[in-house]
């Protein structure tokens, strides 16, 4: 019994501040905690029995995970018309904008 009150009183907590959030992206970053938190829960529970390339694996899951859960509430919510975070779908690259060996870019936004 207290354990599931503790869970409702977390629950309505992480639901009051994801709504009470004024900046869509930040919003939709709160909205995807809980699957950040479980991603890492399960990390640690098997940092004793995994290799370096394991925990790579981890790590590269957790991105994943994240990047697919505030993809899907992006796009339950708000459609495609919030772009949070990296270049939007209808930046182009400019690759004139590379020198030498740098990584740095500009976007051409609306072309």
């Known amino acids: 019994m207290i354990t599931s009150a503790a869970f409702v009183v977390v629950g309505a907590y992480w639901a009051g501040t ?58 339950a919510f708000y459609g495609n018309r919030l772009h949070c975070g990296g270049a939007s779908p209808n930046d182009e690259v400019n690759s004139r ?6 990584m740095a870019h500009e976007h051409d936004i609306g072309r």
């Open 18 to 75: 994801v709504m009470m959030e004024r900046d869509r992206c930040l919003q939709i970053e709160k909205a995807a905690a809980p699957v950040r938190l479980s991603m890492e829960f399960a990390r640690k529970a098997d940092s004793n029995f995994q290799f370096v390339a394991d925990r790579l694996t981890w790590l590269s899951w957790s991105v994943r995970a994240d990047d697919m859960t505030q993809a899907l509430l992006i796009r």
């Open 97 to 102: 904008a590379r020198t030498g060996n740098s």
